[in-house]
């Protein structure tokens, strides 16, 4: 006798370590389908749900990054030739703290503008510049970031830490530098009579406030897409996003560990019921992927609901007046 709806449920508890491809932030894996794909059947088909219960991976991805949030200009009365400025980079990588950000911006701007640079800086500085923290905790700067310049005779100096020229700043650097020392200004000047400059806000390290999971068999969320089409920019599409949650929640020690306390918070449709692979993309708020250094482990399940044949079928087919009589059978 069939049972009228019937509900299985496939725990998978993976890694991206088993990826057949890619890499840890966006990988793919290929099951056995035999022992895992999802089959239409019964009197009235099957649907197959997928629903998250946690993910598992290093918190190591770099706050400064290159080409995303690395790159500042720099120009100044000792500057000259065609482009009188000069595009500087940071090393990628953790800054944990406000001071280790400090020493880089110190360390990268003297290097600079203390050495000859051919025609685009013919004559090198004298003086230096030192970035700092706020530590007077008195003040309502209380650690924001500080630039002193100690210039030699008549030196100026031009800090450009967001969308301001040079023309090929905002192409160059189109996630600006600004909100991870902690300003909106295009450029400040500094010089004998203006030494110092404090940035208006707190700088900003978590680059990564909100992480999304996106996997290939979600169908049931929307979104809209900013993409720079002018055919399919703005327009709300299907999502692939599995979950998304503030990073800062649930960061535990050097990993960020996210766990599902709701059985049905993220449980959605899957796009098809039979599957052999799945694909997995760690990304940021944006859509771009966040990369991480070591692998990421996590944990599903796919539940799948199917509606058989009704128990009593069998006897309404009997009771039907359309149904042959059985001494004709």
């Given at each position: ?29 290929n099951f056995n389908n035999g022992g895992i794909t999802n089959n239409t059947g019964g009197f009235y088909g099957s ?90 905790n008195t003040s309502l700067d209380f650690n924001k970031l500080v630039f002193t310049f100690t210039p030699g005779s ?111 918070l993220y449980r959605q449709e899957m796009n098809t019921p039979n599957f052999g692979t799945i694909e997995i993309q ?48």
């Amino acid at each position: 006798m069939a049972v009228p709806f019937q509900v299985t449920k496939n725990w998978l508890n993976l890694s991206s370590s088993d990826r057949s491809s890619g890499t840890s932030n966006n990988f793919t894996i290929n099951f056995n389908n035999g022992g895992i794909t999802n089959n239409t059947g019964g009197f009235y088909g099957s649907t197959s749900y997928i629903n998250p219960i946690w993910f598992s991976f290093p918190n190591n991805a770099p706050n400064i990054q290159d080409n995303f949030n690395n790159v500042f200009y720099i120009s100044g009365n000792l500057f000259a030739g065609a482009t009188p400025y000069a595009l500087l980079t940071l090393t990628q990588g953790v800054y944990q703290n406000i001071e280790q950000l400090a020493f880089a911006l110190t360390t990268t701007i003297n290097t600079y503008i203390n050495a000859i640079h051919g025609t685009t800086l013919p004559v090198a500085y004298t003086g230096t510049i030192s970035v700092l923290r706020n530590g007077t905790n008195t003040s309502l700067d209380f650690n924001k970031l500080v630039f002193t310049f100690t210039p030699g005779s008549g030196e100026t100096l031009n800090i450009y830490l967001f969308t301001g020229t040079p023309i090929n700043y905002v192409v160059t650097n189109p996630y600006n530098f600004g909100s991870v020392v902690g300003t909106n200004e295009n450029v400040f000047t500094l010089s004998a009579a203006t030494p110092a400059h404090t940035l208006p806000y707190l700088p900003n390290l978590q680059v990564y406030d909100i992480i999304q999971i996106k996997c290939n068999l979600c169908k049931s969320t929307y979104e809209l897409e900013f993409n720079g089409s002018a055919t399919t920019n703005g327009v709300l599409s299907t999502s692939l996003i599995m979950v998304s949650f503030p990073s800062a929640n649930f960061t535990v020690n050097d990993s960020i560990l996210f766990t599902n306390n709701n059985p049905f918070l993220y449980r959605q449709e899957m796009n098809t019921p039979n599957f052999g692979t799945i694909e997995i993309q760690v990304c940021d708020k944006n859509g771009r992927l966040i990369p991480f250094f070591g692998e990421m482990d996590f944990s599903l399940t796919i539940e799948r609901e199917q509606y058989n044949e009704p128990i009593n079928l069998a006897r309404v087919k009997g009771d039907s007046p359309y149904t042959a009589p059985t001494f004709y059978q």
